[in-house]
Nanobody, 120 residues
Framework: QLVESGGRLVQPGDSLRLSCVAS????????IAWFRQAPGKSREGVGC??????TYADSVKGRFTISRDLAENSVYLQMSALKPEDTAVYYC?????????????????WGRGTQVTVSS
């Protein structure tokens, strides 16, 4: 089970941190990813983290950072310099194994999502 939290309405340029608490799958030995889906658009990979490190989509490189807390079995998405085009429902996803891929079909576990809205 994956439970996201932290989404809310923010202004352009703001920062925001999303949390994903995992149960039933350990974040230290598997890959946890963040995806997002804006209205009318397909789901997009944001980034993922495993013991091999992090991978990010070009659209968020330099602005978003993924980290994990092994003791809490949680993963975080720190977002900065937010833009209106970052508005979406953000999903946490998990897959077995440590290969860092951002293909939604490779992930078997999904949270319900948390809404992030960037607007002035």
């Amino acid at each position: 089970q994956l439970v996201e939290s932290g989404g809310r309405l923010v202004q352009p340029g703001d920062s925001l941190r999303l949390s994903c608490v995992a149960s039933g799958i350990t974040v230290d030995r598997n890959t946890i990813a963040w995806f997002r889906q804006a209205p009318g658009k397909s789901r997009e990979g944001v980034g993922c983290i495993s013991m091999y490190g992090e991978t990010y989509a070009d659209s968020v490189k330099g602005r978003f950072t993924i980290s994990r807390d092994l003791a809490e079995n949680s993963v975080y998405l720190q977002m900065s310099a937010l833009k209106p085009e970052d508005t979406a429902v953000y999903y946490c996803a998990a897959k077995y194994g440590v290969q860092p891929v951002l293909m939604a079909g490779r992930y078997g576990f999904w949270g319900r999502g948390t809404q992030v809205t960037v607007s002035s």
